[in-house]
């Protein structure tokens, strides 16, 4: 269609887009319909676009072919009936150009019209932000309304730049922490495939992974709403309640045994051995840690990090343990010290 516009159409795709305009009535009336749009919105809207009509529809007739222009022959003798006939064939042939040119002058409209449509859906949409992380990898995101989001490895959100409309709607592929900012007037909402999540403003958890069977939200501050996409069932969800919707369907509302944080969120460490605490590192962020002496896991450390960063919490351990960290390569770290006893 925008070759259309452009007055670019080969002489196949003009008879082609002629003939897609002719086959079927519903084709009209999607052009009907698009010029009840048109007279809507056309004129309602400061656009910079400006098409060249004019240029395009002088590009498109020097593709259409036309009736020749006059010109002076030499007379021949010829008789009456033979004049008649090409009369006739001359009028035929005049006439099958010019009902041409009116079936090229209908896709031309109707392609100039769909094309601006397009134009004003384009610039009038709310474009989209999509966050993804990977293996080992943990986002704190803000969004427009000052809410945020602590994304879990493997997972993907999407978000528009701006809430204008009547709710906060969100995406989510995989695991998130929401603590969102309370708006009575906006409910925030979260859709993660057939389940829905709608909060006025609280803090929960929703963990919807691709391949496993249960969407589950987990409820730390406020009330949420978790509900079926496919049957609308609902479930109220407060803080010690998790609810879980199964893949058949399936809505369950359940005791939280740890009304805090998300697990994921927190790194926490009791008087733990530097080798365990090596070992949940490289778990946690899937890294490579190596301990340069052995009597350095006979050293422990107590620490807690909530959406811990490998730095910090490298740092932290040097610091308490008087070790010197190494970092050989991209996801490759070494411990070295004198260790414990």
Request: glycine share 6%; proline share 3%.
């Amino acid at each position: 269609m925008a070759k259309a516009l452009r007055g670019e159409l080969s002489e196949e795709e003009q008879f082609a887009f002629t003939a897609w305009l002719n086959e079927d009535d519903s084709h009209t009336q999607q052009w009907t319909e698009a010029l009840e749009v048109w007279d809507e919105v056309g004129t309602e809207q400061n656009l910079t676009f400006q098409p060249n009509a004019d240029l395009a529809w002088e590009k498109f007739c020097t593709k259409v072919e036309m009736p020749s222009e006059t010109k002076v022959i030499p007379l021949i003798p010829i008789k009456a009936e033979e004049i008649f006939d090409n009369r006739q064939e001359a009028v035929e042939k005049s006439f099958f150009q010019w009902n041409s040119l009116y079936k090229y002058a209908a896709a031309f409209v109707l392609a100039a019209g769909l094309a601006w449509l397009g134009y004003l859906q384009f610039n009038n949409s709310t474009a989209w932000t999509q966050v993804a992380t990977t293996a080992g990898q943990r986002q704190l995101i803000n969004l427009p309304d000052g809410s945020q989001v602590t994304l879990n490895e493997n997972s993907t959100l999407k978000y528009l730049s701006s809430f204008d409309g009547n709710e906060r709607n969100v995406e989510l592929n995989g695991e998130g922490f929401f603590e969102v900012e309370k708006n009575p007037s906006k409910p925030f909402v979260v859709k993660s495939g057939n389940a829905q999540t709608k909060v006025l403003g609280t803090s929960f958890n929703v963990r919807a992974v691709t391949g496993e069977s249960t969407v589950s939200v987990a409820v730390v501050t406020g009330k949420v709403a978790l509900s079926s996409l496919k049957d609308n069932q609902q479930v109220v969800l407060t803080p010690g309640y998790t609810g879980q919707l199964s893949s058949n369907g399936q809505l369950n509302k359940i005791t939280t045994l740890e009304s805090a944080a998300p697990v994921w969120r927190t790194l926490t460490f009791k008087n733990s051995s530097i080798k365990s605490v090596v070992h949940d590192l490289e778990q946690y962020f899937k890294v490579s840690i190596e301990v340069s002496n052995e009597n350095l896991h006979n050293c422990t450390f107590t620490g807690t990090f909530e959406n811990p960063d490998l730095k910090e919490v490298l740092t932290v351990l040097a610091a308490s343990s008087d070790l010197k960290i190494g970092n050989t390569k991209e996801g490759s770290y070494t411990l070295e010290g004198a260790g414990c006893q």
